[in-house]
């Protein structure tokens, strides 16, 4: 456990896909080992940015395999095993510990949803198997995580942490209590490490920067703080991982391949990240380029 408490910055990492809509492990190997390169501790595979929820079980197993099997020595190897359904989750928690992994990261039952206790217990089962995240995002659960339901697990032996994306008051409140918290939220994720002692961020901005939010997290510099605002808030002007998906495949990092349901931003959003990553030199940017894109260039799959 002590590694993984002491990892600040975790790169929730995209997957790259091929013209037809398989998973492109070359591609996904040259993510990872920028991602190494740079400093990054860990990352989350098959998570919301990993659109782990577009994948079969069959291949979002085999990406943690993978990544746990080429790795595991170099990042500390999280993945997204969780699910709103219990048995589901146990299942895949337990094979993904199997193939290697170092921690889960686990969501509470969403859509659905169910009580209270029922969220506790559902944690619980997971908790038994190994090390785990968990996982606040009340816009994608519809269910905050609140103070009562994480103080009722924090005590387990393998719960990690949160990764929090209610804000830094409710960081500051469970810091001050002794309860690892990283950030979900990567704009707010340097006054969460530097004001609010934070463990960390969980990012998605280190995909296509990672060198910037690794200084990021090591050192207390608001200037470098204000210049990666505007890119941050540009990575979430559609809903995530629409836009980190097409800074990549701008910059050449990816292949300009989408899994339906999502598509590309706009020429006139494509524009606006344009000018937004232009602000920072090309050493920085994870690819070997820049470009805006035509729509044409785009492929969409089932």
């Known amino acids: 456990m002590k590694p993984i408490m002491q990892a600040s910055l975790i790169t929730a990492i995209k ?6 809509g398989e998973i492109d492990l070359a591609v996904y ?16 595979v098959g998570g919301t940015t990993g659109e782990g929820h577009l994948l079969s079980w069959e291949e979002h197993l085999m990406l943690i395999a993978h990544s746990a099997h080429k790795y595991s020595e170099k990042l500390i190897i999280v ?24 921690a889960a990261l686990q969501i509470n039952p969403y859509y659905g949803r169910t009580s209270t206790a029922g969220v ?20 994608r659960t519809g269910q905050d995580l609140t103070p009562n339901i994480i103080e009722a697990i924090a005590d387990r032996d393998n719960f990690i942490g949160v990764k929090e994306c209610a804000g830094n008051e409710r ?44 200084s990021l997290m090591d050192s207390d510099k608001p200037e470098l703080n204000d210049q990666l605002q505007g890119l941050m ?8 991982p629409i836009a980190i998906n097409t800074a990549l495949m701008m910059t050449g990092a990816v292949n300009p391949n989408f899994r339906l349901p999502y598509q590309a931003l706009t ?26 894109l035509d729509d044409q260039l785009f492929n969409y799959c089932c």
Not at 120 to 139: Q, S
Request: glycine content about 10%.
């Open 267 to 292: 020429q006139t959003q494509r524009e606006e990240g344009f000018a937004l990553l232009k602000q920072f030199e090309q050493a920085h940017l994870v690819g070997d380029g820049l470009s805006i």
């Open 79 to 102: 993945g997204n095993t969780g699910s709103n359904n219990t048995r589901e989750a146990i299942k895949a928690t337990e094979n993904g510990f199997a193939t290697g992994m170092h």
């Open 29 to 44: 190997d040259q993510l990872v080992e920028r991602q190494i390169k740079s400093g990054v501790d860990g990352i989350i």
């Open 120 to 139: 506790i217990e559902h944690f619980n089962k997971v908790l038994d198997i190994g090390p785990a995240f968990i996982y606040n995002v009340p816009g």
């Open 233 to 240: 808030k540009w990575l979430f002007c559609e809903p995530n």
């Open 171 to 214: 960081i500051d409140y469970y810091e001050q209590r002794g309860i690892a918290c990283w950030s979900g939220n990567d704009d707010e994720s340097f006054t969460g490490r530097h004001k609010f002692k934070s463990h960390g961020v969980i990012s998605v901005t280190s995909n296509i920067v990672p060198e910037l939010m690794r």
């Open 15 to 20: 997957t790259p896909f091929d013209q037809h």
